[in-house]
């Protein structure tokens, strides 16, 4: 009998979702780690449930990025769909910066482009017990300035009052709900 399928690689986890389905093991759905593995996907879920996000675009070109930049206000981040470690992110404020940007990404095809939120970044780090989220800390992440997002360093954890601790770990618990992910 298999009782878990494991992968520490981010893109092998709808792989390990599908095996553990296939055999029976406990795990996330397949549907649910292609959701929240295609960033726009999640941010659509997430705004669905009343998740504050950023105005978004998937983009097949130039064109689209380009119209997506009339209509909103910058400056803007440009990213793949569903890469990980700021791969091919780059933040730009014209349009001009566009072929710039596309160049790399990964795989021009399609891609997000989105606004830009300013701010500190934090991870939140848990598992799962009993199919519910535990939380057991909030790092805030150091990054190379833009237009790259390249993490340099982390602080764990990080250095926040208790009202911002609880509320970022009462907003992660319930958009993990949200996204419907029950092991990890």
């Known amino acids: 009998r298999v009782c878990a399928v494991f992968a520490l690689q981010e893109m ?29 996907a999640c941010r659509a879920a997430l705004a669905e449930a009343g998740f504050a996000q950023p105005a978004v675009r998937l983009c097949g070109g130039v064109d689209d990025a380009a119209a997506f930049l009339r209509e909103t206000t910058g400056p803007w981040i440009v990213k793949p769909r569903d890469a990980m470690g700021s791969t091919g992110v780059s933040r730009i404020s014209s349009a001009a910066e566009l072929p710039e940007a596309l160049a790399l990404l990964p795989d021009p095809g399609t891609f997000l482009v989105e606004e830009f939120v300013t701010g500190p970044e934090f991870s939140v780090e848990g598992i799962y017990l009993g199919g519910r989220p535990t939380i057991l800390a909030i790092t805030a992440k150091e990054k190379v300035p833009p237009p790259f997002f390249v993490e340099t360093a982390h602080t764990l954890p990080a250095d926040l009052p208790g009202d911002a601790r609880q509320e970022i770990e009462d907003v992660v618990s319930s958009a993990l709900a949200t996204l419907g992910l029950r092991t990890g």
């Not at 095996?19 to 549907?31: K, L, R, W």
């Open 12 to 40: 092998a986890q709808v792989a390990v979702a599908e095996a553990a389905e296939a055999v029976g093991a406990p795990g996330n759905p397949p549907d649910v780690i292609r959701r929240i593995r295609t960033k726009d």
